[in-house]
């Protein structure tokens, strides 16, 4: 059964903080008090045809390889390099945003970024279904960048039920809102490597939420950071 939500963020949530670019992001990361566990840019959709860029990443029949893997992910580790997200000239302005948010997060954070991945998700979903139940990840804080495709489901720890059967799993509340990123969004949520402070929840949506119920592939960018 579908859930309503809303891509609207909550007014006066005292686990969100709204900022305006990455630099205020990450300064934001330095004061937040122990109550946050969210940080958004929503800085509006980008230029590029990232919902067909998503297609041909995870089209496993494409001659050139070089870019292209079967399975959900780009690249896991190491960073990623321009010739790495160069497919075709169509993809230049999409893939230009997507090196620049590399670019930029390298920069601003120098070593520590652990672990990052370009994800192209299709229309089954993730393969490992507990994704697509609330959760929190098992990291410190959690970098993510939506590009295409509805972004990342959540609800307010105040909104849920922790399941007791699943270490990290949680359900909604039978009156809990429940919200999802935007293509363009821009966040920083917080796992359970966090002592002290409470985790973000969230789950993958279903992918035939899209605008008219047509499945639109996701794309995001994610990086899994040191900083505590």
């Known amino acids: 059964m579908k859930v309503p939500f809303t891509t609207e963020l909550p007014d006066n949530y005292n686990r969100l903080i709204q ?3 990455l630099e205020e992001m990450f300064s934001a990361v330095e004061s937040a008090g122990p109550d946050v566990n969210l940080i958004v840019w929503r800085r509006g959709a980008l230029e590029g045809d990232f919902n067909t860029l998503a297609e041909c990443l995870s ?3 494409l001659e050139d390889k070089s870019i292209s893997y079967p399975e959900l992910y780009l690249k896991s580790t190491d960073i990623i390099q321009p010739e ?3 497919l075709r000239s169509q993809f230049n302005i999409a893939c230009a945003a997507i090196y620049k948010d590399i670019k930029d997060l390298a920069e601003l954070r120098p ?3 652990e672990m990052h991945t370009l994800r192209s998700v299709g229309h089954h979903g993730y393969e490992e279904a507990d994704i697509h139940d609330f959760h929190s990840d098992q ?4 970098f993510m960048a939506c590009y295409s495709g509805l972004g990342t489901e959540w609800i307010k720890n105040e909104d849920s039920i922790k399941d007791d059967t699943r270490d990290g799993f949680y359900y909604a509340a039978e009156d809990a809102a429940h919200y999802h990123f935007q293509e363009g969004d821009v966040w920083l949520q917080s796992g359970e490597g966090l002592t002290g402070r409470a985790p973000f929840l969230h789950r993958a949506p279903d992918i035939t939420f899209n605008e008219g119920d047509k499945p639109q592939k996701r794309l995001m960018y994610v ?3 040191s900083m505590s």
């Open 84 to 86: 790495d997200l160069s």
């Open 59 to 61: 089209d496993s029949s």
């Open 111 to 113: 070593g520590d970024v």
């Open 139 to 142: 990291d410190y804080w959690r």
């Open 223 to 225: 990086a899994d950071l």
């Open 19 to 21: 900022v305006g670019s």
